[in-house]
């Protein structure tokens, strides 16, 4: 009775629900895609109702694929992507329009017109982050400014907002007909532009900058705590939910990098590294985010520093999907192996601007270095190595952050699978590379702070003993070489950037 803890990983492609034993091994697994939707040219939508469906049908392939029940199952953890923003009513449990997903950038305007007294990083010191389409809180207004009589019912008090952990969470606990709970924890609320890092509330003077009732604000809670219990009309009906974890925050979680100084990057869709600055909130002087690391119960917080970079494994995609150059994304090595280096190819995917460090909403995707010798097998090296530049570019802002250079990097997520890239990761930082052997880390990292909250595990010593490497690359490439590339690599990124103006954003 009671052996397993599932989480529940609400991402940007897919949501899954992985079941973990005691030693944080996977049990089981159920995985469904939800529709991407792409109305126009920078915007990119998820139907939260499509995500609700998914939920229950992959926790409902996770327990049967193991012959569990309800009864197996000590504790519900909840992970997501972060800053996708749903908002709902309360009272029949619709959605007032999709889910604008963290990639969007149709709120540009919002963020000019807000940044236009006192600039992008007018809120910086009080919520960590600068003005950018990417958080929560400008997409929230864009619905209250865009959706026909959505101002009005906010104001009346009958609509919310949430992250995808608050919609799962509040229509997993009983939603409009039974008094679902309204909440999401400290690292959601961290992204969404409104959140005081010190208070850890909702800051009220910054709601009212941006006409978003407090009403619609979930409450804000620990990442570790009994929260309530499944609904009756669920299939884990009765089963305590105790875990809640943005994404990112959730796979430093479960790569168990607890304590001040260790730091984790996870190379998916755009690769988030994340360095743990204990219980001190450090500003960043380097363009990364201060964010919440996690929170266990009633303890002290642990703060973050982040850097965001939104294009990496996407751009892979988009060499599959836009350019018909690979038909899987694991072909990008094959392709790329069959020459000795880039050709002089660089490839800057700012499709969505550049994120950390340089936070520039006007950059657009560049490749530069282009002659009549370069081919295919050329372009797919540049797009790989675009992931490891980017990532010692974030790296190098961690390290001039904190003084204190990282000596290795724990890795995870979809792209870690990628040998010739994670060498060229270590070639490029100059420090090893270090991959688990457990690489679901976001949804063992929920898992675990569920367990914890029920006493399934009974401290951070127990996990930490879970962790175990997999696979360590070393750098080989000499000092020269690494400073002619960056070198390189920097001046694209210049090419990049001043290239949306007013007239045709
Ligand atoms: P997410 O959780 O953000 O959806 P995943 O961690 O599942 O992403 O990683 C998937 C990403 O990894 C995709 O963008 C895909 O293009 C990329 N990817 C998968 N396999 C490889 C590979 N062998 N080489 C390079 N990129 C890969």
Not at 103 to 132: S, Y
Not at 367 to 391: D, M, S
Not at 466 to 479: A, L, Q, S, V, Y
Request: charged share 20%; glycine share 10%.
């Amino acid at each position: 009775m009671n052996q397993y803890v599932i989480a529940i990983d609400q991402g940007t492609t897919s949501s899954r629900a992985i079941i973990f034993d005691h030693s944080g091994n996977i049990v089981s697994s159920g995985q469904k895609e939800h529709e991407q939707i792409f109305p126009q040219a920078g915007w990119v939508e998820h139907n939260p109702v499509e995500i609700w469906d998914n939920i229950r049908e992959v926790i409902g392939s996770a327990l049967s694929k193991a012959n569990l029940t309800r009864h197996d199952i000590a504790a519900v953890g909840i992970t997501n992507q972060r800053e996708t923003a749903v908002v709902w009513d309360k009272n029949t449990g619709a959605p007032v329009y999709n889910a604008i997903v963290w990639q969007d950038t149709r709120t540009q305007d919002i963020v000019d017109k807000l940044a236009a007294d006192g600039g992008v990083d007018r809120f910086k010191h009080k919520v960590g982050l600068p003005l950018a389409t990417y958080f929560s809180g400008t997409k929230i207004k864009w619905i209250l400014d865009n959706v026909d009589g959505a101002r009005a019912k906010a104001e009346a008090g009958d609509l919310l907002f949430g992250t995808t952990d608050s919609w799962v969470t509040w229509n997993l606990t009983g939603g409009s007909t039974d008094g679902g709970i309204h909440i999401t924890d400290v690292t959601n609320a961290s992204r969404t532009l409104f959140m005081d890092l010190e208070t850890l509330a909702w800051d009220e003077d910054i709601l009212e900058v941006f006409g978003v009732p407090g009403s619609m604000m979930p409450e804000i809670r620990s990442s570790s705590e009994v929260y309530g219990t499944v609904h009756t009309s669920q299939l884990l009906r009765g089963v305590p939910i105790s875990g809640i974890l943005g994404d990112q925050q959730a796979a430093t979680f479960g790569q168990a990098a607890f304590d001040q100084g260790e730091a984790k990057n996870t190379y998916g869709t755009g690769c988030f590294l994340i360095f743990n600055t204990g219980e001190e909130i450090v500003h960043s002087k380097n363009g990364l985010l201060t964010t919440l690391g996690y929170q266990l119960g009633d303890a002290a917080p642990h703060y973050a520093l982040e850097g965001s970079i939104a294009v990496t494994g996407s751009l892979i995609q988009w060499l599959r999907d836009n350019l018909g150059m690979i038909s899987s994304a694991p072909e990008v090595e094959t392709l790329a192996a069959a020459v000795k280096d880039n050709g002089g190819v660089y490839i800057v995917p700012a499709f969505s601007g550049l994120f950390a460090p340089y936070w520039r909403s006007d950059a657009r995707g560049a490749i530069v270095g282009l002659t009549r010798f370069v081919n295919k097998n050329h372009i797919a090296r540049a797009a790989l190595e675009a992931t490891a530049f980017q990532t010692r570019e974030v790296l190098d802002a961690v390290n001039a952050d904190s003084g204190v250079p990282l000596t290795e990097l724990k890795v995870d997520g979809g792209m870690v699978a990628n040998d010739a890239l994670m060498q060229f990761q270590a070639d490029i930082l100059g420090v090893a590379v270090v991959r688990p052997k457990v690489v679901e880390t976001t949804a063992l990292g929920a898992a675990y702070a569920a367990g914890l909250a029920v006493g399934f595990w009974k401290d951070l010593g127990e996990l930490t003993a879970n962790w175990g490497e997999d696979k360590r690359w070393t750098p080989k490439m000499d000092d020269a070489e690494r400073f002619r590339q960056l070198r390189l690599w920097k001046k694209a990124v210049t090419k990049s950037m001043d290239w949306v103006d007013e007239d045709v954003k």
